[in-house]
T-cell receptor, first 114, second 117 residues
């Protein structure tokens, strides 16, 4: 089946630190991969995506590369800010019976201290 | 831009009561989804719809019903609420057609926090 596993949180870093949040997946076929971010009190927002192997998604200083050989899509940022504090979800999209569906990881809560 | 709007934002129910959560989107999207979010479990799909008048079960459909009478609205009903349904509920929508950058990306509402006592 399709599943996503993220590193467990919470993760606490100091401002300007380097961030990595690990994400691995299990899927049949070639899914698209996503990172969504949820700020306090809000819904999920798409952060970045990659649709095929070796694609790199990037946005707001965050990056993730679709690694088919290791079935991974790790999220990285070189220098985090307090405003990056949020919950981050890795997800994969697959097609079944004509419908697009997302499978989410359990989420990783990130707190950045000034 | 309103995007995806969920009402209500908060609700407290007693066991056995019923209620309906409303999701409205103004982006003319074909697909709509209802998820629940529980601590340590990410989001799980309850029901979804691929178009007006059609609905289908997701991963955790038991205890919920849905209707999509109009393309822009997707209703989630709890006929007899149970404490296990205490959760945060998110609605999402996505386009079937359009530019590759936006096609099939899901857009989420701000959520409804439901407590069942």
């Amino acid at each position: 089946g399709n599943s996503v596993t993220q590193m467990e949180g919470p993760v606490t870093l100091s401002e300007e630190a380097f961030l990595t949040i690990n994400c691995t997946y299990t899927a049949t076929g070639y899914p698209s991969l996503f990172w969504y971010v949820q700020y306090p009190g809000e819904g999920l927002q798409l952060l970045l995506k990659a649709t095929k192997a070796d694609d790199k998604g990037s946005n707001k200083g965050f990056e993730a590369t679709y690694r088919k050989e290791t079935t991974s899509f790790h999220l990285e940022k070189g220098s985090v800010q307090v405003s990056d504090s949020a919950v981050y979800f890795c997800a994969l999209r697959y097609l079944i019976q004509g419908a697009q569906k997302l499978v989410f990881g359990q989420g990783t809560r990130l707190t950045i201290n000034p | 831009n309103a995007g995806v709007t969920q009402t209500p934002k908060f609700r407290v129910l007693k066991t056995g009561q019923s209620m309906t959560l409303l999701c409205a989107q103004d982006m003319n999207h074909e697909y709509m989804y209802w998820y629940r979010q529980d601590p340590g479990m990410g989001l799980r799909l309850i029901h979804y719809s691929v178009g007006e008048g059609t609905t289908a079960k997701g991963e955790v459909p038991d205890g919920y019903n849905v209707s999509r009478l109009k393309k822009q609205n997707f209703l989630l009903g709890l006929e007899s609420a149970a404490p296990s349904q205490t959760s945060v509920y998110f609605c999402a929508s996505s386009p079937l057609r359009g530019r590759e950058a936006t096609k099939n990306i899901q857009y989420f509402g701000a959520g409804t926090r439901l407590s069942v006592l």
